[in-house]
């Protein structure tokens, strides 16, 4: 069982840049990946960006150049640094964990909310 617990979000104004951090524990061992997806008011919850154990590294089009996934092995942390904000980035974002056994449902934090005003 892994327990996740978002921090970092909160209300800013278009341009300016939040990051997002993950902390994971308990059985954290079996990581296969870890990454964000972004839910909007009123729509569905979306792919944001992920990273692997080894560090690869995968995200959406609306994330590539503003956005950056990184990890602190040690700290079993993930971070979302996310620059140039704007309003459709309004949301909350969730962090996930994917262990090596694909076949089971990943974990989810409880999310955080971001809010970009234009």
């Known amino acids: 069982q892994v327990q996740l617990v978002e921090s970092g979000g909160g209300s800013v104004q278009a341009g300016e840049s939040l990051r997002l951090s993950c902390e994971a524990s308990?059985?954290?061992?079996?990581?296969?990946?870890m990454g964000w997806y972004h839910q909007a008011p009123g729509e569905e919850r979306d792919f944001v960006a992920s990273i692997t154990r080894a560090g690869a590294t995968n995200y959406a089009d609306p994330a590539k150049g503003r956005f950056t996934i990184s990890v602190d092995a040690a700290k079993n942390t993930i971070y979302l640094q996310m620059n140039d904000l704007k309003s459709e980035d309004t949301g909350v974002y969730y962090c996930?964990?994917?262990?090596?056994?694909?076949?089971?449902?990943?974990?989810w934090g409880q999310g955080t909310q971001v809010t970009v005003s234009s």
């Open positions: 308990g059985s954290t061992s079996k990581l296969n990946h």
């Open positions: 996930y964990y994917q262990s090596i056994r694909i076949t089971d449902p990943p974990s």
